[in-house]
């Protein structure tokens, strides 16, 4: 049973950076290694973080035999490429939100995982914060009774700029693939795969979906409402309606310290956990659990979650007739 877990690090840039001051409240991770198509950037990268081995691609680091899991944090249409590569030369993988631009590929990616025999598992963050785990018990123990209605929103205000893969169609982006996943994550984790789904986005000038707004139907009579935007700063608040009450996540829910518990004829209860780390350390510990425990997958993010999470967000786009350059 190895001590500690040696990371190699793909895209080595803004979350990359996040998730490596995270591991560093992790004594049994280390990073041993970092690659990138730059490798100025990948050194810069090995300098700042103290990193033994910097390759200029990510070919190398997959042959790296020194490397146990490869977290994946290049743009999303390279997702699916990076972590094909790093299964099928036998490391774990940890592939940052969404898993790829599409279900088809999501779907390929976990099927690599399962035939290398290999942990893998969506960089979905949000899940691993204690206060979510507490979310998810005080649901099962029925505190709100019958969940009925969520609402979740996640909008921010970036200036339209067609060279930022925000804005650029050949990196899939758009709010939906970079933070409209969340809200629909949390659908998914909290009532499963939706029967129907009703969506509608503004596509922007340079192509893609600039704000959308949605509405999922669920078995027992559940609802869900989403929106997500690149265009305004939202609320960025998450709300779950029960036949007994009502849970909410403040601003910023989607990395969550706290929530308000409000059953019906009781005081409101506010249960709050400390930030540790940066927060991506949750999952990384996650990670690092799931191998040593000898799971392939997490139960928590398991991969035909991935898979039913690209599904919906595929069926959105369908409705507004959005591809990507590279879809064929
Ligand atoms: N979990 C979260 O909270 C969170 C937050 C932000 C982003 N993300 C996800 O993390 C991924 C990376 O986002 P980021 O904001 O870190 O991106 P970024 O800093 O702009 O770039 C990350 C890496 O992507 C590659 N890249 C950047 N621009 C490129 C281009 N024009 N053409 C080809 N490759 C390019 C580079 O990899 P190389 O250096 O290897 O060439 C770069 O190091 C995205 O999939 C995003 O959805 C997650």
């Known amino acids: 049973m190895p001590k500690f877990y040696r990371w190699g690090i793909m895209g080595p840039g803004n979350i990359a950076r996040k998730f490596a001051q995270g591991l560093q409240v992790l004594p049994e991770a280390v990073i ?3 690659a990138s198509n730059s490798a100025e950037r990948a050194d810069a990268f090995a300098r700042e973080f103290g990193v033994k081995s910097s390759y200029p691609d990510y070919q190398s680091l997959a042959e790296d035999r020194e490397v146990d899991i490869v977290y994946v944090a290049n743009l999303h249409p390279g997702h699916r490429a990076a972590a094909e590569l790093a299964l099928t030369h036998g490391k774990h993988v940890l592939c940052e939100k969404p898993m790829t631009i599409n279900a088809p590929d999501t779907r390929a990616v976990a099927d690599a995982a399962r035939k290398h025999k290999r942990f893998c598992m969506e960089a979905m963050w949000t899940r691993f914060f204690p206060i ?4 998810r018990r005080r649901l099962q123990e029925g505190q709100i009774g019958e969940i009925r209605l969520v609402q979740a929103d996640l909008g921010f205000q970036a200036n339209v700029n067609p060279a930022s893969r925000l804005f650029a169609l050949e990196h899939a982006g758009g709010s939906m693939l970079d933070i409209g996943v969340y809200p629909m994550a949390f659908f998914h984790m909290l009532l499963g795969v939706p029967e129907g ?3 509608d986005a503004v596509l922007g000038s340079t192509g893609v979906d600039e704000h959308v707004c949605w509405t999922c139907r669920f078995q027992n009579h559940a609802m869900a409402q989403g929106a997500c935007s690149i265009q305004v700063s939202t609320r960025q608040e998450a709300h779950i309606y029960g036949t007994r009450g009502r ?3 403040p601003s910023a829910w989607w990395h969550p310290t706290s929530m308000t ?3 019906h004829g009781a005081e409101p209860e506010q249960v709050a956990y400390p930030l540790e780390g940066t927060g991506m350390n ?3 510990a996650e990670v690092m659990d799931c191998i040593r425990a000898g799971a392939l997958e997490s139960s ?3 991969l035909e979650e991935s898979i039913a999470i690209a599904e919906s967000m595929d069926r959105m786009r369908a409705q507004w007739g959005l ?3 590279m879809e064929s």
């Open 32 to 34: 041993q290694a970092v």
């Open 132 to 135: 979510m785990k507490e979310l």
């Open 197 to 199: 789904i009703q969506s």
């Open 247 to 249: 849970i909410s996540l």
């Open 261 to 263: 518990i409000q059953r």
């Open 282 to 284: 949750y999952e990384a």
């Open 300 to 302: 928590i993010m398991p």
């Open 323 to 325: 591809r990507y350059p």
